[in-house]
């Protein structure tokens, strides 16, 4: 089950931790992209989120670029979502 405590993301940094775990790999700029979002807003975002849920890596093809993946909360939040989604079909 999911709380409210456990959502404390706005819809925003939500579409944002959503298309890193759909993508991983992801730059900032190619995030902010995908999420019809203004790199700046994304990078705000990203400070945020990087605390817990998304960790930034240097892109393994672009290394000044950082490459965006979940990180074990991250994931772990995901497979709670996944399954309240579950329980709910």
Known sequence: ML???DLSLSIEEL???LTVAGRPGLS???LA???ALPQS???RHLKRLSAD?????VHPQ????KALHLSKEGRALLARFDQVLKRGA
């Open 41 to 43: 807003t994304v990078s």
């Open 15 to 17: 579409i944002c931790f």
């Open 28 to 30: 900032v700029g190619e």
């Open 62 to 65: 672009h290394g000044r670029q």
């Open 33 to 35: 992209e995908a999420a």
């Open 3 to 5: 709380a409210a405590d």
């Open 53 to 57: 849920l998304i960790a930034q890596k």
